[in-house]
Every structure is written in C-alpha cells, then in structure tokens.
C-alpha cells in the first residue's frame, strides 16, 4: 500500500521557467514532510522540509507548499536550472519514513 | 564530517558467496538504516538500527544479515542471494527522534548477484 505517491513520473522544463512537483499522501498522522534529491549513482540528498503546523517552508529557489486537508504538499522550484534534473522523491514521517515513487525532472537549456 | 561512507561501491557476487557492505558515519547519529532501492522505485526500508540495537526488520529474508559493531559503523552481511536482490543498497543514519531534517543517505552499494 503506498502512503506516499507522485503521480507524474517524469516532468521536462525550460530553464528559467518554474518547475512544480508534487506529491500525495493518505495517512493524516504524518508529520514532517521531506523532499529529497537523487541522481543516478548517488544516494538521496535532503532538499527541504515542512512540519505538518505550516502551510510553506521556502529556502533559496525551493519552496514547499502543504495542503493537510487535501493530504497534498508540491514543491516549487524558481528558476528551474539545468543542475537541478535530477529524481526528486517526496518522504512523509510517520513510524517510518514513507518515500514517493519519484519525479525525474529534466529542464532544459 | 557531515557524510555516510559506504563500501564497496559496486560489487559483483555469485549466488553463493558471502560478501558484506559497509558503511560509516561520524555525526554522531545514534540511528542508522539500510535501504533498497531498484530502478525507478523508492527507496524500501530494510533495518533500523537505534542506539546499536536493532529496532526495526521489515520482514527482510535471513539471508541478509545486518550488524552494527558500534554506534558509528552498519554492517549488512550477505549470503546465498539471489539475482533478484540485485540492488542500490542505500545506508542513512539520523538523530533518534528528529524528523525535520530526515536521514543523510551514504552514496549506496550498486550490488549485482549473478
């Protein structure tokens, strides 16, 4: 049963433009919500997280927004960069920590 | 030092081998987890390793055994594997009980099982 998904497994940009990723949940007892940031052959790197008391958390060209009542966090990245293709997996804390499926993004020179 | 050291970074094994990943932190982290991950999927808890004790086996099969000798190494033995265990083996470590700022993951072990 997956807790976490992201529904769109791949997502192309133009650099500059803004890039949006996002991600669902179904349990409503998590409460910290993580982006994390892998490319091929490296491990998960953290990116930004929420706590379940806030709306938005934003750091530098990241911004990650949470909607508990739709159970729906997205994270926004502004100006998209070539360096940020990468797969971006979203993760919700409960006892554990719950992974999406993934979001490779590409963004284009 | 803000990194997860695992080794080796590939590996190459026959079903009967007996071959062991490792992997290192210095932060002070007093949880430590191995993960796997195959190709375009998540990442799929194995272990949880809290204060060296083990805390957390998700139903792993027997012949992967893991190990934590101390607070700041993570063994995970392996034995008699099959081809479908071929794998990014992926360590993390964390403090206990903080969650905002999740795990740092090692780099993984691309482990294949011929």
């Known amino acids: 049963d997956q807790q976490v998904k992201q529904n769109s497994p791949s997502l192309s940009v133009q650099e500059g433009r803004i890039s949006i990723l996002n991600c669902d949940y179904t349990?409503?007892?998590?409460?910290?919500f993580l982006w994390y940031k892998k490319y091929p052959a490296e491990g998960p790197t953290f990116l930004i997280s929420?706590?379940?008391?806030?709306d938005k958390n934003e750091d530098g060209r990241f911004t990650v927004f949470l909607n508990k009542s739709a159970k729906h966090l997205s994270l926004h990245i502004v100006p998209s960069q070539p360096g940020d293709s990468a797969v971006y997996f979203c993760?919700?804390?409960?006892?554990?920590?719950?992974f999406g499926t993934g979001t490779s993004l590409t963004v284009i020179p | 030092d803000t990194e997860v050291t695992q080794t080796p970074k590939h590996l190459v094994m026959g079903m009967t081998n007996k071959k062991s990943l490792k992997c290192e932190q210095h932060?002070?982290?007093?949880?430590m987890y191995w993960y796997k991950q195959k190709a375009k999927k998540p990442p799929e808890l194995m272990f949880v390793?809290?204060?060296?004790?083990?805390?957390i086996n998700e139903s792993v099969p027997s012949r992967f055994s893991p190990e934590c000798p101390n607070s700041s190494l993570l063994n995970l033995h392996l034995h008699a594997l099959q081809p479908e265990d071929s794998a990014l083996y992926l360590c993390a470590s964390s403090q206990v009980g903080t969650a905002n700022y999740g795990y740092t993951f090692g780099s993984g072990t691309r482990l294949t099982v011929v």
């Open positions: 993760a919700a804390n409960g006892n554990q920590f719950y």
């Open positions: 932060m002070g982290h007093r949880a």
């Open positions: 349990n409503s007892m998590f409460d910290y």
């Open positions: 390793y809290s204060y060296e004790k083990l805390s």
């Open positions: 929420i706590s379940s008391i806030k």
